[in-house]
């Protein structure tokens, strides 16, 4: 008798895989292989533990880095506040205390936590990561459903390494056709916070699928799955291939010799049947995608670089107007103009979106034989110290200097403004990085975010550029 | 967790969609190490003017608002970061439950764990309310979790979804992880085998 299995999705397998115990008007226990924390949102789950008197499950399955609130000034001059250096100190006790493995400040394999997992080969297809992180979508660009979870529920994971979870529903965002020059994996995945918008995907899994997101590398995947979590679904992924086995063969922590070629076996296994069915479908015109920007304060509010912004009248319902007027009121920006053009203060490269090496390159690109607009403040934050080193290997460093731009440290740093790395009231910037809320980058402070290319261009000009002019010149 | 079977009270109307958690509390308040005396920062960009006075054009400074269990907040409530310290400020203010037609995902989640009880409406039944509130800012609320039904007005009856799980857990104050510890043996199983 042969058995005919029904064609499931990526994240069909991966679920099914990992549920420990599933029982009906209950939520299922899901099994947790991979959990990533920082010294933000972990300090009230261990001090729950605590107050339980329950030890860290698997401590071999938990890892530690310091990120968010992180100097990315050389080490002489580290300025930290006393709160942010409390916070610091209690991650590394509860490290100590619960043994688990720390990539401390100043350790030479620290940096973002979504970037040193992959980095380090703790990401991996098929595994089930979280953090108390939105961001850790990112991960699910190796075949992993890996989503962001709150503090009490990092209390869960260290506790029972599970999770009660519902099932998502499944969207596949196909990208079919070939990026032009100047267009990159930034620019598809604004392109479809703005077509879906920030609440498009609650409630779903996205699988990538199609032509564009299999041309991608694996730096470009992770910044399309980065920002899975600005279009509401929680976890973004996409199916493992020899890409994917390329960029973690022979990486610290992937399985090693015989061990590789069983699990490269595996993970082939992983992709979605043909057959298999999402819940909904969006498909995505890659030849038709231009470099993207956000005029206004979430990354919904996004567009194509040249395109003028919207006018009032195009939004029908009120409250979606009174939203707009709103966003335009913070940006200080008018209706139906350009962005094109407009003067800019700050530029920001980094963030776990865009501070990974070919993003980095790709900033060189511009930056090279050119110097930063007078007037520009233009940071370049590497997302980790591995990443550090191999673009001083490349002289990427000195590109950036000579043309004007600071190299600093790794860390979050201007993506979320908690080190002392922030926008000054009513500054503009044009920021790699995932988040324009009001605020984010700094109180008052006013994002246009976009690709690492757009955003090089822009810190040449000193105005907001469609990268395009300056690579075709 | 505190218990939640049944709320009346008066409601703060808070009209705008899309309201993320950097606004809920920004960044610069997460260097916390426990999760108390967040109320103060609730809303600190939008609460409070450069000098640190409170700004009277925000609604939570009303004298209206003062005391109110209930937020009623336009779509999509609670997107972007995860940060758990949105609802924890929520319920440091004094809100119980927050009335929108949508909430993000990872909110929700934190909320319920927290006693806040997002409470989902359909588009016609938010407009009602938010008139009805913004008119008469006296106008009560009242929301019970057993029925799962919003009452207000001459005759608004509405109810709105929650998962049993959820529903059980806040009518019984039952905390979650004391659930998932009672699972012990068969996350123990599910390592052996996959091992
Ligand atoms: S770089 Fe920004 S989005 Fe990424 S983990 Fe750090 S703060 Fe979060």
Known sequence: MTIIMKPRTLFQKVWDEHVVVEEPDRPAVLYIDLHLIHEVTSPQAFTGLRERGIGVRRPDKTIATMDHSTPTLPKALWVIDDQAKAQLGQLERNCKDFGIELYALGDSRNG?????????????????????????????????????????????????????????????????????????????????CSKIGTGGGTGYVIEFTGSAIRALDMEGRMTVCNMSIEAGA?????????????????????????????AVERWTQLCTDEGAVFDKTVV??????????????NPGMGMQISDPM??????????????????????????????????????????????????????AGVFSGRKVAQGVRTLVVPGSHDIKKQAEAEGLDQ??????????????SMCIAMNGDNLEPGQYAVSTSNRNFEGRQGKGGRTFLASPLTAAASAVKGEVTDPRSLLLS | MAKFTRLTSYAVPLPEENVDTDQIIPARFLKVTDKHGLGDSLFCDWRYLKDGSNNPDFVLNEPASQGAQILLAGNNFGSGSSREHAPWALVGWGFRAIISTGFADIFQSNSLKNGLLPVQVSESVYKALMEAVQLDR???????????????????????????????????????LGYLLSFDDQISHHEQQRT
């Open chain 1, 399 to 412: 590109i950036f200097q000579e043309a004007g731009a600071e190299w600093r440290e790794p860390g979050c």
């Open chain 1, 234 to 262: 929680r976890a973004g992924m996409i199916g493992p291939d020899e890409t994917t086995f390329a960029y973690l063969r022979g990486r610290d922590r992937v399985p090693q010799a015989a061990d590789w070629d069983a």
């Open chain 2, 138 to 176: 006296s106008t009560e609320i009242t929301i019970d979790l057993q029925t799962q039904t919003v009452t207000a007005l001459d005759g608004l009856e509405t109810t709105f979804p929650i998962d049993a799980f959820s529903k059980h857990c806040l009518l019984e104050g039952i905390d979650q």
């Open chain 1, 310 to 363: 919207p006018t009032t009248a195009r939004f029908e319902d009120a409250s979606q107007r009174a939203a707009f007027e709103k966003a335009m009121g913070y940006m200080d920006l008018q209706p139906g103009q350009r962005l094109l053009g407009k003067k800019i203060d700050v530029v920001f490269i980094g963030s776990c979106t865009n501070s990974r090496i070919s993003d980095l390159r790709m900033a």
């Open chain 1, 284 to 297: 995505i015109d890659a030849n038709k995608l231009e470099p993207m920007i956000t005029y206004g304060t």
């Open chain 1, 112 to 192: 973002i936590v979504h970037v040193i997992g992959p980095e380090r080969g703790f990401t991996q297809p098929g595994k089930t990561i979280v953090c108390g992180d939105s961001h850790t979508s990112t991960h699910g660009a190796f075949g992993a459903l890996a989503f962001g979870i709150g503090t009490s529920e990092v209390e869960h994971v260290l506790a029972t390494q599970c999770l009660l979870q519902r099932k998502a529903k499944t969207l596949e965002v196909r990208v079919e056709g070939q990026l032009m020059p100047g267009v990159t994996a930034k620019d598809i995945i604004l392109a479809l």
